[in-house]
């Protein structure tokens, strides 16, 4: 069984820093590009920040470029993949879920219906 959960969100003032952290288990996730997109009331599901296998590629919305930065161990059974994020503001508040994309040739890609396996996303929420 696939799991996929995302742990780290919370509430932060308008400046500050999160790190948000993704553990993928349950089958073996060897290949698997891992993404991070966010959803904020009303709107769609953005794409954040994604990350090949090697961790070698990666690939930011031009929105977080230089302030969020994405991560992966693949040390471990389970997988972990990380997203720091810095220089927070009130457009970055949205419930952030972490996904895996098992495609085979481990494409670097931006659209959430590419991705196979979801978490049930955390909450991060921007204010003073």
């Known amino acids: 069984q696939v799991q996929v959960l995302e742990s780290g969100g919370g509430l932060v003032q308008p400046g500050g820093s999160l790190r948000l952290s993704c553990a993928a288990s349950?089958?073996?996730?060897?290949?698997?590009?891992m993404g991070w997109f966010r959803q904020a009331p009303g709107k769609e599901r953005d794409f954040v920040a994604a990350?090949?296998?090697?961790?070698?590629?990666?690939?930011?919305a031009d929105s977080v470029k230089g302030r969020f930065t994405i991560s992966r161990d693949n040390a471990k059974n389970t997988h972990m993949v990380y997203l720091q994020m810095n220089s927070l503001n009130a457009e970055d508040t949205a419930v952030y879920y972490c996904?895996?994309?098992?495609?085979?040739?481990?494409?670097?890609?931006?659209?959430?219906?590419?991705?196979?396996?979801w978490g049930q996303g955390t909450q991060v929420t921007v204010s003073s």
């Open positions: 990350i090949s296998w090697s961790g070698v590629s990666t690939h930011y």
């Open positions: 996904a895996a994309d098992a495609d085979p040739f481990g494409v670097v890609r931006a659209q959430a219906i590419e991705y196979d396996y």
């Open positions: 349950g089958r073996t996730f060897s290949g698997y590009t």
